[in-house]
């Protein structure tokens, strides 16, 4: 079922009628900068009409084999494809100068090589990645509009939610040791904080995250125990220094411009959330500063079909 939106009054009337930050009836679909749904800043209206491939499951994915001197076939994993888009809809503005700047201003947002936002603001706002995927068509209808049809190719097919929670995971502190002398029986230090939290994934689809690791800590290392899966790297943080992972990228960078893929630890490996559930993530590293408070900020990325 596309997205629809309502058919412009100034489309058939050849005329703008609505002021700057008008919010037309149906959904509001932002394409990188461009909100289709309402008229900007200058006047111009932005309408769409439909999201084709937005409320549909992206095209499923299988490997099959032909059984030997049999009938049938063996089947193999299935998983999801890209997800396809394309948007419909209409430029309305008062000027060719206005027509102009808001054409330009859609081919910005849509760099040839790059990824785009592209959001729905259909409660709850999702959004996905994508680029475009063909020819953005801009076809003239009278004095004041154009008609815009605009293919949109997300490779990666989730939806994902806005603004999700960061978990905060610290190493694990001793209280004070024992005083000597003691007697018995000794009373021996507890761990005072918690090296592991719940990360949940709302969503219905397994779940990628981003994590943020801040020293002093040597050799630092993520857990999924029910999982039965580590990701460590052999680095060594300085106090204020940070180790940004990125699972859906599969990239890990040092102080936000440094990459340190090749340092990941041989064993490790990337891992998803799964679905609508929660998991136990636990922070260890080989060595820390004793009084220092290295930590982890882990934000699972809920994932939707």
């Known amino acids: 079922m596309p997205i629809l939106g309502s058919t412009p009054p100034s489309v058939l009337s050849d005329q703008t009628t609505y002021p700057p930050g008008w919010r037309f009836p149906g959904s509001l679909v932002q394409v990188g900068d ?29 490997q099959k084999t032909q059984r030997v001197s049999a009938h049938g076939v063996h089947l193999g994993p ?11 809809g209409w430029i309305v503005a008062r000027t060719q100068t206005l027509r102009q700047q808001a054409l330009q201003q859609l081919h910005r947002s849509l760099p040839v090589n790059g990824l785009a936002v592209v959001r729905v603001s259909d409660p709850p706002e999702r959004y996905v990645q ?41 190493l694990p502190q001793a209280s004070a040791g024992v005083d000597l002398p003691a007697t018995l029986p000794l009373s021996l230090p507890e761990r005072t904080a918690s ?27 993520i857990e999924a125990v029910v999982l039965g899966r580590r990701f460590a790297v052999n680095i060594t943080l300085g106090a204020g220094e940070t180790l940004d992972l990125d699972s859906r990228n599969q990239t890990v960078t040092l102080n936000g411009a440094a990459s340190r893929s090749g340092l990941i630890v041989r064993g490790s490996s990337w891992f998803e959330l799964p679905a609508e559930s929660s998991t136990t993530i636990r922070f260890t590293a080989d060595t820390s500063v004793e009084g220092a408070t290295p930590a982890l900020s882990f934000t699972p990325l809920s994932a939707w079909s």
């Open 34 to 62: 461009v909100s289709f749904g309402m008229s900007d800043a200058d006047g111009t209206e932005w309408h769409v009409s439909n999201l084709d491939g937005w409320d549909s499951t992206p095209e499923v994915v299988s």
């Open 78 to 88: 299935q998983t999801y494809g890209a997800r396809e888009l394309t948007l419909d």
């Open 130 to 170: 994508a680029r475009l995927d063909g020819q953005l068509k801009a076809t003239r209808i009278g004095n004041y509009c154009w008609a815009i049809q605009i293919p949109l190719i997300a490779p990666d097919p989730r939806k994902y939610g806005l603004n999700p929670d960061a978990i905060e995971i610290g």
């Open 195 to 221: 090296d592991s939290e719940e990360a949940v994934n709302l969503g219905d689809m397994p779940a990628p995250w981003v994590a943020r690791i801040t020293g002093p800590v040597g050799i630092p290392a």
